[in-house]
């Protein structure tokens, strides 16, 4: 089961930065925080993921908290076309990939 | 690079039917899995492949889900005899890493099955 906790919506305007939370309190130190994203009728599609370092790919950036207890994805720019369901995974190395209900987030002209 | 292919698209049955889905994944990638999302939903893996052997099936319905991966490549998922929970998106994703490391997932747009 998911050990995850998102907001279950979230609103962005675009142009501006959107800033998704999640907390993980009972990640252990061999798991990483893994968030993929689900366009309506496509399957889930990778971003990035993170151990304990901050993180940046030319979709969003990761940020881990210091005690790694909570995650924020940063898309620093939002478009119409990033609406979707926000997926914030706990895994470790060779665990499957255990989906939670993510954040819907709605990006809005 | 060409992606994940899955085929139908979309599949309506009645009750007590049976159904089979199929699933190219992406050239080279070891690994193939197995999901369902029911509506409201996130994805649940059903079965992983690691080239044509089964990693994990822990959550497999076995007496009526079957899937099957010969040859290491595509993969069929068949549903025997379909019941109205089983409505759902059938969702199939490859990826390069042996098992035991940190991968990235690729996934195709599903098969979306209609019990009726």
């Known amino acids: 089961d998911a050990k995850t906790t998102q907001p279950p919506s979230m609103d962005c305007a675009e142009g501006r930065a959107a800033n998704l939370p999640c907390n993980h309190s009972t990640i252990s130190g061999n798991e990483y925080v893994y968030w993929y994203r689900q366009i309506h009728s496509q399957g889930p599609q990778y971003i990035i993921h993170?151990?304990?370092n901050n993180e940046t790919n030319e979709m969003a950036s990761l940020i881990i908290t210091e005690d790694r207890k909570s995650s924020t994805l940063i898309l620093p720019h939002a478009t119409l076309r990033d609406t979707a369901v926000y997926y914030c995974i706990e895994k470790t190395s060779g665990s499957r990939l255990t989906f939670g209900e993510g954040t819907q987030l709605t990006v809005n002209p | 690079e060409a992606g994940v292919a899955q085929s139908p698209r979309y599949k309506i049955i009645e009750k007590r039917q049976s159904v089979a889905f199929w699933c190219n994944p992406i050239?080279?990638?070891?690994?193939l899995y197995w999901y369902q999302q029911i509506l409201g939903q996130g994805p649940k893996l059903l079965i992983q492949f690691q080239n044509n052997g089964v990693v994990d099936d822990s959550q497999l319905p076995k007496d009526r889900f079957s899937a099957e991966r010969l040859k290491g490549v595509d993969s069929t998922l068949k549903i025997q005899p379909a019941k109205l929970e089983d409505s759902a998106v059938y969702l199939c994703?490859?990826?390069?890493?042996?098992?035991?490391?940190?991968?990235?997932?690729?996934f195709g747009s599903g098969t979306q099955l209609s019990v009726l």
């Open positions: 050239s080279g990638h070891a690994t």
């Open positions: 993170g151990l304990k």
């Open positions: 994703a490859s990826s390069f890493r042996d098992r035991g490391t940190n991968e990235k997932l690729f």
